[in-house]
T-cell receptor, first 112, second 111 residues
């Protein structure tokens, strides 16, 4: 049982490049989330999804896009990378109504 | 707006003693509170939670206390062990889709 798998673990992007952060969960969880963590800060919600085909913005969605075509996958897209998007990105999933998120191990992204 | 605050960025305790991690929140709509533990290069892992209808929840060495009137919660670890050394995040939620996290407290348990 792999839980939540994020790829890649590390990535360096140049300003203006695009990339997709992958997130897959094998627990059949309906809820999935993308968070970013900046140094000395708590996790901030970028986007979330309550089920396949449904996505919505979180606290800091600008510069990102998501899709949820299947229950398992919730990729996060950066279209035009900016230095402000340098952060550690965490994907999480949750079974309905128990509030305990299962997090992936994170993707450390640096935009230079 | 920092709705969940952990004012101590770090805490150091001796093995076997009690660790007390604190968290304050501002949003009175929060009705569920959680603690997560994070080791380096890993994602946070769920540790313990409490709903607003309770003032205490215990799970082994971990106890969470909630003081709603003060908008304050704390995590007690007794006895502390070196393996407890990690960053602890407090989180609060008013719905499934609006969980807010504190900045974390780095706990170091010295042997």
């Amino acid at each position: 049982n792999a839980g939540v798998t994020q790829t890649p673990k590390f990535r360096i992007l140049k300003i203006g490049q695009s990339m997709t952060l992958q997130c897959t969960q094998d627990m059949n969880h309906n809820y999935m989330y993308w968070y970013r963590q900046d140094p000395g800060m708590g996790l901030k919600l970028i986007y979330y999804s309550v089920g396949a085909g449904i996505t919505d913005k979180g606290e800091v969605p600008n510069g990102y896009n998501v899709s949820r075509s299947t229950t398992e996958d919730f990729p996060l897209r950066l279209e035009l990378a900016a230095p402000s998007q340098t952060s550690v990105y965490f994907c999480a999933s949750m079974q309905v109504a128990n509030y305990g998120y299962t997090f992936g191990s994170g993707t450390r992204l640096t935009v230079v | 707006d920092q709705q969940v605050k952990q004012n101590s960025p770090s805490l150091s305790v001796q093995e076997g003693r009690i660790s007390i991690l604190n968290c304050d929140y501002t949003n009175s709509m929060f009705d569920y509170f959680l603690w997560y533990k994070k080791y380096p290069a890993e994602g946070p892992t769920f540790l313990i939670s409490i709903s607003s209808i309770k003032d205490k929840n215990e799970d082994g060495r971990f106890t969470v206390f909630l003081n709603k009137s003060a908008k304050h919660l704390s995590l007690h670890i007794v006895p502390s062990q070196p393996g407890d050394s990690a960053v602890y995040f407090c989180a609060a939620s008013a719905s499934n889709n609006d969980m807010r996290f504190g900045a974390g407290t780095r706990l170091t348990v010295k042997p």
